[in-house]
């Protein structure tokens, strides 16, 4: 029989732009010793490990076999996965998966990235089929650009609607003492700031970073054990939609409405407007905010500019969307995706201190990657059935 | 905990260079093969993992070169990055964790676009050790130094490894290097790093395998016959070889042991029928079958002198020809995987072995097998 999976612990480094201070095991190390200390455990009670980046970042080959003096994972099951920008998202539905088929009662998952040691935008490009794509089309904010403009070409919306949802992701951020840029900007700011790739400003768009986050999963046989809160995981989903240019309907992220339609579906929720109480997306860019949240359900198609110009995502707001100030305040990839998963956790777990959403029982995580792709996970207070 | 079997397998030929074929088109092949081998169509599987590398494959993200044609467009899937046995793993873990019903594994190389002594180099401590200028084979010499001097090992015992594993590579037709050697012509090939002459250590190959595993609600729905899953663990070892004893290996021992306790398991060396190892380097063999308790410390040359490892012995190693004969990296636990299943269902042709009733296959990550997976598999339930 399948096990019920709960997040009993997380912990995440302070992010920055630079970690010179640290090697990429001590950075681990961080986030792994945070994250023991909230679920108050010891390496001694972690059955396995699940760890990813994204390899041509740091350019470590077998990352899993060279951290284990940061991840704790001498003579314990060391597992990597690694799909991307998705890496965190993935590994959080790794944890779910290896917990939930009985094999191991508490795993310790890690995301980390140590992006100041990169050519980021170089590494991104690999991506790419290297004969049809990558001559033409790669990197991560080409495509984000085209989306945009394909979402502003087909509903009307303007640079000024994406400029406020970074307005909003960077005012959250000042409740967040892990977030690397907390710095409130105004819409003037964002739209003044210099172009990278129409329409996408630099205010717009997310930084790189360097760090780690850490997260402990146990089944329903320990979990409330450990924790008197836990965060049950209701659902995991992943759409990898491209594989190539052509694939995408460009103005529209397909993973992302196939993702939500598959776990709203399992889960039973028919209107995620008003069931889910907060959402931490893998939003690196602003315009993402608006489309992705109507691929998501929680809108009509054209409707999310509206809806967010109305304070409903904002703090205090209907359903307010990356209380953390989210990915634009900070990018260290592998990491991006579980700290989504981590601070949703936080959220439904009630420990989420100056940026917590007031009585959270449905939250959702997700995480961006590959070229739009999507990956998603549902958090819920209550067990599941 | 719900029960898993392995209901189809489909393998490429491995070769030393598929220079008409893309990652796709190999792994088209393999996953196909394994559908037809299972009787399923995609439509039946409800979720994918592949197993890349970004190193291997000079890619990042290197699973959106396969996905497309494991038929994951519309199905949820992910990748493990590392040996095929651990890509396996997870997916029979997501078999088992109430979310889907049959899983897709498949793992895929090309080495001969690859260069492996700078990819394996990039394995290596970046301050410490990359600028002595290491990769996995100078490494392996060391370990294998170390191994021999502790146990008084011979290069001519190791030698006898790549006899047999090439002999037994003529009966198994996806098999790259059938050879028909000696153990003199091992000890008179090229020094490649000492100890290791050439025919010591594994080819450069490319391949695709691919598996197809269920939960045991659904294994018997289709036609072809379940292997079961009876056992099944991996452990990882401390990086750095100083922390390590090089001559040993203890995250493999662990791992065995912990393979057989799952498995019920209480004496190796009678109750399992056929080996699938992975012999990147002849003097693996040895240690790998020492570690995991189908030999004693330091005897299992003698026992390989004396027939015990050969194709009619009392326990046949790698009757495919291993890894010495075809080396697709990130694919080869899962061909390991996949031979035994075969050998367990009678499928394995000209290379099938007497009794095949339980079935051990093994996979490796890391730096002189710093992190082993070990998978015990059985006719029957």
Not at chain 1, 316 to 342: H, K
Request: a negative charge.
């Amino acid at each position: 029989m399948a096990k019920r999976v709960a997040i009993v612990g997380t912990g995440q480094t302070f992010h920055k732009s630079h970690r010179p201070d640290v090697n990429g095991q001590e950075l681990i190390n961080e986030a792994v010793q945070r994250a023991l200390a909230d679920a108050d455990l010891t390496m001694k009670d972690i059955n396995a490990i699940l760890i990813g980046n994204m390899d041509h970042f740091e350019g470590i080959n077998y990352v899993d076999c060279w951290s284990v003096d940061g991840s704790g994972g001498v003579m314990k099951p060391v597992l990597k996965i690694t799909t991307g920008g998705t890496t965190g998202a993935s590994l959080a539905i790794g944890g779910y998966h290896m917990v939930g088929s009985g094999m191991f009662e508490k795993v310790l998952i890690i995301g980390w990235e140590k992006n100041s040691e990169s050519d980021t935008t170089g590494a991104i490009t690999t991506a790419f089929d290297p004969i049809w794509d990558r001559q033409v089309f790669a990197g991560a904010i080409s495509g984000l650009a085209a989306e945009a403009q394909a979402y502003m070409a087909r509903y009307g919306a303007t640079e000024r609607d994406g400029a406020r949802v970074s307005v909003r992701d960077r005012r959250h951020a000042m409740n967040n003492p892990h977030a690397q840029l907390r710095k409130e900007v105004s819409l003037e700011d964002v739209l003044a700031s210099p172009m990278l790739a129409d329409p996408i400003h630099l205010l717009d768009v997310c930084p790189r970073s360097d760090g780690a986050c850490a997260v402990i999963m146990a089944s329903e046989d320990s979990a409330e054990k450990i924790c008197p809160v836990p965060d049950w995981i209701w659902g995991t989903s992943a759409h990898n939609t491209y594989s190539y240019l052509g694939d995408v309907d460009w103005g529209r992220l397909t993973s992302m409405d196939l993702c939500a339609r598959e776990i709203f579906k399992k889960a039973g929720i028919r209107e995620p407007r008003k069931e889910l109480d907060v959402i931490e997306m893998y939003q690196p860019y602003s315009f993402a905010g608006l489309i992705w949240i109507e691929d998501m359900g929680i809108v009509g198609h054209g409707e999310a500019p509206q809806y967010i110009w109305d304070g409903n995502t904002d703090m205090g707001g209907e359903l307010p969307v990356n209380p953390s100030g989210g990915v634009i305040a900070c990018n260290p990839i592998g990491a991006t995706g579980l700290i989504r998963c981590a601070e949703a956790a936080m959220q439904v777990m009630g420990k989420a201190e100056a940026r917590q959403v007031p009585d959270v029982h449905f939250a959702v995580s997700t995480g961006f990657g590959g070229c739009m792709w999507t990956n998603m996970l549902l958090h819920g207070k209550k067990k599941p059935n | 905990m719900d029960r898993a079997a392995i209901i189809g397998v489909g393998m490429t030929k491995i070769e030393a260079n598929k220079n008409r074929e893309t990652f796709a088109d190999m792994t088209w092949e393999a996953v196909n093969k394994a559908l037809n081998d299972a009787g399923m169509s995609i439509d039946d599987i409800d979720n994918v993992i592949t197993t890349s590398s970004d190193f291997w494959d000079g890619r990042t993200i290197s699973l959106m070169a396969v996905g497309d044609v494991s038929g994951a467009a519309a199905k949820n899937i992910s990748c493990v990055e590392g040996d095929g046995t651990y890509g396996a793993f997870y997916g029979m873990m997501r078999c088992l964790s109430g979310s889907y019903k049959t899983t897709l594994v498949t793992g895929h190389t090309k080495g001969s676009e690859s260069v492996s002594s700078l990819i394996t180099n990039s394995a290596f401590d970046p301050i410490y050790e990359r600028g002595l200028g290491m990769d996995m084979i100078t490494a392996c010499a060391m370990q294998a130094n170390a191994y021999m001097h502790r146990t008084g090992l011979k290069p001519e015992d190791m030698a006898m490894v790549s006899v047999k594993n090439h002999g037994n590579a003529f009966r198994n037709p996806v098999a790259q290097l059938p050879m028909k050697i000696t153990v003199d012509d091992v000890l008179r090939s090229e020094m490649i790093a000492d100890p290791l002459h050439k025919l010591d250590c594994s080819p450069v190959s490319d391949g695709c395998c691919a598996v197809i595993i269920a939960n045991e609600t659904v294994a018997a729905k289709f036609r072809q016959k379940p292997v079961w899953v009876r056992g099944l663990s991996f452990c990882t070892d401390s990086f750095f070889f100083g922390d390590r004893d090089l001559a040993r290996s203890s995250a493999l021992a662990e791992a065995a042991r912990n393979a057989y306790r799952m498995a019920g398991i209480k004496d190796p060396k009678k109750e399992i029928d056929v080996v699938e190892i992975y012999d990147a380097f002849t003097y693996q063999e040895l240690l790998w079958l020492e570690e995991m308790g189908l030999a004693e410390y330091g005897k299992a040359a003698g026992q390989l002198q004396a027939g015990a490892f050969n194709m009619d012995g009392s326990l046949p190693v790698n009757p495919s020809g291993g890894l010495l004969a075809g080396h697709p990296v990130i694919a080869a636990g899962l061909y390991r995987i996949a031979e035994i299943v075969l050998q367990l269902r009678g499928d394995a042709g000209a290379h099938q072995v007497r009794k095949a009733k339980t079935g051990l296959a093994h996979g490796v990550n890391g730096l002189c097998g710093q992190s082993h997976c070990v998978w015990v598999l059985d006719r029957e339930r």
